[in-house]
């Protein structure tokens, strides 16, 4: 059955493709027992700009594939890859979205100017550098679920990138992130210590450190003045006291981990409904007066 929308025609199966092949845009071939790419979907398609082989048994990708000019999203998630021609994916001038997760990857050459998301979890990527990456449109990176134990990124390589998940991997210091990183997770290492190199990174907003055994300590916060969610459950924590963590995270929002249960709902309930208006000097203040306590003088502003 071939869905025909205002702006794509979508085939799911190559049958149905062939029998409007100037029109189809989209071709969903995912579920279908597939053990290579049929030379059809390069020679006889050349709109595609949507290509799904997800969930096949493809072991080998085709030279042919880089005729696809078009193509904007390429999905060759849960399939038995175990390597990739260099440069071959990079010849997609207009390649977007790019997702290879659960395969048998060990190692990832590319350099594309013009992908934006990159999924490459749950795969066999272990050593020093097994990827090395040109990607200076990238925003969203997903390393987790590999066995990574060092990574070596240059930040000029990722000028754009906002999202790097790192989670589930043996890496026992954090590499050096893009500055402008909004959420950065790394949850599930072997982090030994937060050592951000003595550098301040203001985008960050989203940090999950849970489950390593550092211990995360309240100078740490110093380097992401502007966090609105961190997660530290499971890591060992020395916090400053209440005060001072609100005093270091004004803008605060969800918090896991490093206080007692009690003290963390009540946080959480505060937290959840503290309006943005109120300023770091009154935060304190309006957290006791919040749990029905009196606070105090009132700082001034």
């Known amino acids: 059955m071939i869905v025909i929308s205002k702006h794509f025609m979508q085939a799911h199966s190559l049958e149905e493709a062939l029998e409007n092949p100037q029109q189809v845009t989209s071709l969903v071939l995912s579920n279908q027992e597939l053990t290579r790419v049929p030379a059809k979907v390069w020679k006889k398609l050349p709109h595609l700009e949507s290509l799904d082989l997800s969930h096949n048994k493809i072991k080998k990708l085709p030279k042919g594939l880089q005729n696809l000019t078009q193509l904007r999203r390429l999905q060759l998630g849960f399939n038995q890859i175990t390597r990739i021609e260099e440069n071959l994916l990079g010849l997609l001038p207009q390649l977007k979205h790019l997702d290879l997760r659960k395969n048998r990857l060990r190692q990832l050459s590319l350099a594309s100017t013009s992908l934006e998301t990159l999924d490459l979890s749950e795969n066999r990527l272990q050593g020093v550098s097994p990827v090395q990456l040109f990607c200076p449109e990238l925003l969203h990176l997903n390393l987790s679920s590999n066995k990574l134990a060092m990574l070596s990124f240059e930040e000029a390589d990722f000028p754009s990138l906002q999202y790097l998940n790192l989670s ?81 995270l004004p803008k605060l929002r969800h918090l896991y981990g490093g206080l007692s249960r009690k003290l963390q709902d009540q946080v959480a309930g505060f937290l959840a409904e503290v309006p943005p208006s109120v300023s770091v000097a009154l935060n304190e203040v309006v957290f006791y007066l919040w749990l029905g306590f009196a606070a105090g003088p009132v700082p001034a502003e």
């Open 168 to 248: 589930r991997n043996k890496l026992p210091e954090l590499p050096i992130v893009p500055v402008h990183l909004y959420a950065l997770v790394i949850n599930h290492n072997r982090l030994k210590k937060l050592n951000t190199r003595g550098r301040i990174l203001p985008s960050l907003q989203r940090l999950e450190v849970s489950h390593n055994p550092l211990e995360f300590q309240a100078q740490h916060l110093n380097s992401f003045p502007n966090l609105s969610y961190l997660d530290v459950r499971y890591t060992p924590t020395t916090w400053p006291g209440l005060s001072a963590l609100l005093h270091r």
